[in-house]
């Protein structure tokens, strides 16, 4: 049963196209310098779309040795990377505490498809006596939790929520309810992602769902709302937030980014990847983390919406902020880093939510870039082009995965 223990946020890590630290990451969110560019990872002619948000300068090495570095998928790495960071930032000692009560929940939308495309392709060559030892625990979702558990001796909750697009805002909601619940004290939350792969580009090309308009001008691609937006941009990485019970943050000292206050869930019950028309789930989703927090909407100052740059779904998240929110939409502002990432997948809700909070401590909303021309019915305040100041006590962090699946976090200044 919910108590009425209060959850906190004492750490961030992240990997990304923007950025490999928190600083130089939100350096570039806030000035809106893109890391989308041409797709490097693999060379195919026939594949419609040919940008990518890749991640640049990251030596897995450097994070978990050169055997794991072998051994494991590239989304492990960036998983195992943003946690590492994380928990760093958060400056917790696990060897001073009783383990038991912490865990990790970290998943993936896809996890390890390069490896499988890799060792499909030895099998076929050499059969089933050439396939890894490793193949399962490279490729499965479940195995950054898992590593990260072991490597810092943590007892408690060490699962993965895999939800597509919603991946990383179910583990980081579900995460906090358990600490709510008094399964756990703290928790490392968040997702990862690899996907600029032959056959998830190859998929997501075939369902018209990436954008191909602009592969010779790839920072221009990805922009939500814009009337000229064509479908989004494949992006990699990772971001992962540490998690604790208010009362052992401040009993240990802990920096403070701010409140997690609340967790909305919901399905569209519609279509497997579109959205319904207005965006009835997604108000619900937001409908459900202000009541989840005991928060007026009139209270909410910032919405890190979902924002892929599709037509259909940009479309339904801004009428959905309009439901759930009536007069007080237009007074808030909405924005969307993936126009300056792309779209991440399992990992988008992580390093979103990373820049909600740091948003808010900074009293910043991030701006849209290559938002030029919002399409007609796409009319509130997206933060077109350039970050503007403005207090954010209270801020939203919107993610929405195939499926019609919808998971929404609400931040807030801490009191």
Known sequence: MRSERRIVVTGLGIISPVGNSIETAWDSIVNGRSGIGPLTEFSDDGLSSQIAGEIRDFDPVE???????RKYDTFIHYGMAASIQA????GIDFSAYDTERFGALIGAGIGG????EDTHATYVKGGARRVSPFFVPATIVNMIAGLVSIKYNLKGPTFSIVSACTTANHNIGEAARMIAYGDADVMIAGGAEYATTPTAMGGFASAKALCSAFNDNPEAASRPWDQDRAGFVLGNGAGVMILEELEFARRRGAQIYGELAGFGMSSDAHHITQP????????????????DAGINAEDVDYINAHGTSTPLGDQAESDAVKTCFGDHAYQLAVSSSKSMTGHLLGAAGGIESIFTVLGMRDNIAMPTINLDNPSEGCDLNYVPNSAQQRDIRVAMSNSFGFGGTNGTLLFKKLD
């Open 63 to 69: 994070w978990v040795g050169p055997k794991d570095a």
């Open 87 to 90: 928990i760093d930032d958060s």
């Open 113 to 116: 498809i390069k490896t499988i």
């Open 276 to 291: 319904p028309e207005g965006g009835e789930g997604a108000s619900r989703s937001m409908r459900n983390a202000l009541t």
